[in-house]
């Protein structure tokens, strides 16, 4: 038995695990983790750069990783679990855990605290059970593949609620770190969205962005290249809660990742076709985007 009073072995990394025990474990471990961040993250953090692409890393990070790694492996043995900080661990097989112990790293660094924990079980690289717990208000969303989302307290969450009273549109925005600062298609992606948005929000912690509009309270999520850690468990509170979620070329995307960076447009129904106009109105611009150039002070 395991500290949840389940059985802690699930079978060999074929077989079909108990999604409903899946999804338990797994909103246990992202609180056990959020709880530690949400005590540590108020106080003095050594940050380190991880790579040479911009992002950071810090001790929490690895720590909140341990959490969660020693509750999904007592759990699910046979299973494969891919973390941020410390890779792939564990056999081949059709389940594999994806861990993002600390989404919003960069924040934290900064004392900014939007930040959350993030997990998912993908099955042939499917998501399949998606958890993300914000420490911060001490809340948790989950979702199972075909069986919607999951709020706080374990009721079931909230559709996508209309904004009658505010016209303007209210989008998050995600890019990968490897995207570099002159990228022309991300320059005009943001260009576009800039001047058709009422808000663009840059988060810098897509899991968050990913739960906002789950829950209906951004209108559209755009992302140019991004990670692939954290993508499984928020694409699918997302899509759970009745979001469309297209790639740039407006084929659906279905939530898998791999070794290319994933680009998508996420966006309530109604908006849809708003966010697909600014994709195809960034792609025809970005050629005709002037170089940056900054003088050098020294002249």
């Given at each position: 038995?395991?500290?949840?009073?389940?059985?802690?072995?699930?079978?060999?990394?074929?077989?079909?695990?108990?999604?409903?025990?899946?999804?338990?474990?797994?909103?246990?471990?992202?609180?056990?983790?959020?709880?530690?961040?949400?005590?540590?993250?108020?106080?003095?953090l050594?940050v380190?750069?991880?790579?040479?692409?911009?992002?950071?890393?810090?001790?929490?990070?690895r720590?909140?990783?341990?959490?969660?790694?020693?509750?999904?492996?007592?759990?699910?043995?046979?299973?494969?679990?891919?973390?941020?900080?410390?890779?792939?661990?564990?056999?081949?097989?059709?389940?594999?855990?994806?861990?993002?112990?600390?989404?919003?790293?960069?924040?934290?660094?900064?004392?900014m605290?939007?930040?959350?924990?993030?997990?998912?079980?993908?099955?042939?690289?499917?998501?399949?059970?998606?958890?993300?717990?914000?420490?911060?208000?001490?809340?948790?969303?989950?979702?199972?593949?075909?069986?919607?989302?999951?709020?706080?307290?374990?009721?079931q969450?909230?559709?996508?609620?209309?904004?009658?009273?505010?016209p303007?549109?209210?989008?998050?925005?995600?890019?990968?770190?490897?995207?570099?600062?002159?990228?022309?298609?991300?320059?005009?992606?943001?260009?576009?969205?800039?001047?058709?948005a009422?808000?663009?929000?840059?988060?810098?912690?897509?899991?968050?962005?990913?739960?906002?509009?789950?829950?209906?309270?951004?209108?559209?999520?755009?992302?140019?290249?991004?990670?692939?850690?954290d993508?499984?468990?928020?694409?699918?509170?997302?899509?759970?809660?009745?979001?469309?979620?297209?790639?740039?070329?407006?084929?659906?995307?279905?939530?898998?990742?791999?070794?290319?960076?994933?680009?998508?447009?996420?966006a309530?129904?109604?908006?849809?076709?708003?966010?697909?106009?600014?994709?195809?109105?960034?792609?025809?611009?970005?050629?005709?985007?002037?170089?940056?150039?900054?003088?050098?002070?020294?002249?």
């Amino acid at each position: 038995m395991n500290e949840m009073g389940r059985p802690s072995k699930h079978g060999p990394g074929g077989a079909e695990p108990d999604l409903e025990l899946a999804r338990a474990v797994a909103v246990e471990a992202a609180e056990a983790a959020g709880a530690m961040l949400r005590e540590r993250a108020r106080g003095e953090l050594a940050v380190a750069a991880k790579g040479a692409a911009g992002d950071l890393a810090t001790v929490l990070d690895r720590e909140a990783e341990k959490i969660i790694y020693e509750r999904l492996r007592a759990s699910f043995p046979h299973h494969r679990i891919r973390g941020e900080e410390f890779g792939v661990s564990g056999p081949a097989g059709r389940w594999e855990w994806m861990v993002d112990p600390l989404d919003g790293t960069n924040n934290v660094a900064i004392g900014m605290p939007n930040y959350v924990v993030g997990i998912a079980l993908c099955a042939d690289g499917h998501p399949t059970v998606g958890v993300v717990h914000d420490p911060v208000t001490e809340r948790t969303w989950s979702a199972l593949r075909g069986g919607g989302m999951r709020g706080p307290r374990g009721g079931q969450a909230s559709r996508a609620r209309e904004h009658d009273c505010d016209p303007g549109l209210t989008v998050a925005w995600t890019q990968g770190h490897r995207v570099g600062r002159h990228n022309p298609a991300a320059r005009a992606l943001k260009y576009v969205l800039d001047g058709v948005a009422l808000r663009v929000l840059p988060l810098w912690a897509p899991l968050l962005s990913w739960s906002m509009i789950a829950r209906g309270d951004i209108d559209g999520f755009l992302g140019y290249q991004a990670e692939d850690i954290d993508l499984p468990a928020g694409y699918l509170l997302a899509v759970e809660s009745g979001v469309t979620v297209l790639a740039l070329d407006g084929e659906v995307f279905d939530g898998r990742t791999g070794p290319a960076p994933c680009s998508f447009v996420a966006a309530r129904p109604e908006h849809l076709d708003t966010l697909m106009s600014i994709v195809e109105t960034a792609a025809k611009l970005a050629p005709e985007l002037p170089a940056i150039r900054i003088p050098d002070p020294r002249r």
